[in-house]
């Protein structure tokens, strides 16, 4: 069975640029959930998917960050335009429904210059 | 507030030493306990879990945690480290009524000495 998939692995780019991270659930999996981690700092969660609805975004930092699950599949996380501080490893994660385990992905790791 | 605490942020043991990491929490709720490992590379392995039971719970890799409800800890151990075991590590929280978000502590960094 595969594991969460991340793409890209890596990401550099420029202040004021977009970019686009996507999150491939295990199959089945009806929560979804991203994380960051920002250079030195501690997991810090940003969203949870139950299907296609976002059942908890308190986490988000602001509304330069957009988080889309279109169909209850695959999940997207777009930062537009990227700022210095959105620079960190970006996690998703996985798991069945009512289940607390979470599955891991290998994460993006972002750098904005 | 929810928090959890790694107070060490390196450590560095020689091969073959015993380890002990430890990690504090504060959760208002009945406690869903975490600890993973992130190897260079890789992304966040689940090491064990605690919910109720046995507070002395076994994890793979030969890690083992041990819950004490009265110092709100769950410290991870292990008899004998391998050079492979080098990694950051990072004790978690969560509700165990619910599929939530998970808290994660800033993570402890495991170097080995030859």
């Known amino acids: 069975e595969a594991g969460v998939t991340q793409f890209p692995s890596h990401s550099v780019i420029e202040k004021g640029q977009t970019v686009t991270l996507r999150c491939d659930p295990i199959?089945?999996?009806?929560?979804l959930y991203w994380y960051r981690r920002v250079m030195g700092k501690e997991i810090k969660f940003l969203l949870h998917f139950v299907k296609e609805s976002k059942q908890d975004e308190s986490g988000m930092p602001n509304n330069r960050f957009l988080a889309e699950r279109t169909g209850g599949t695959y999940s997207t996380l777009k930062v537009q335009p990227a700022e210095l501080e959105d620079s960190g490893v970006y996690f998703c994660?996985?798991?069945?429904?009512?289940?607390?385990?979470?599955?891991f992905g290998p994460g993006t790791r972002l750098t904005v210059l | 507030a929810q928090s959890v605490t790694q107070p060490d942020i390196h450590i560095t043991v020689s091969e073959g030493a015993s380890l002990e990491l430890r990690c504090n929490y504060s959760?208002?709720?009945?406690?869903?306990l975490f600890w993973y490992v992130q190897s260079p590379g890789q992304g966040l392995q689940l090491l064990l879990k605690?919910?109720?039971?046995?507070?002395l719970v076994q994890g793979i890799k030969g890690f083992e945690a041990e819950f004490k409800r009265s110092q709100s800890s769950f410290n991870l151990r292990k008899p004998s480290v391998h050079w492979s075991d080098a990694a950051e590590y990072f004790c978690a929280v969560g509700a165990y009524s619910s599929a939530s978000k998970i808290i994660f502590g800033s993570g402890t960094r495991l170097s080995i000495r030859p």
């Open positions: 959760y208002g709720a009945t406690p869903y």
């Open positions: 199959s089945g999996h009806d929560n």
């Open positions: 605690y919910f109720s039971g046995d507070t």
């Open positions: 994660a996985s798991s069945q429904v009512l289940r607390q385990e979470q599955f």
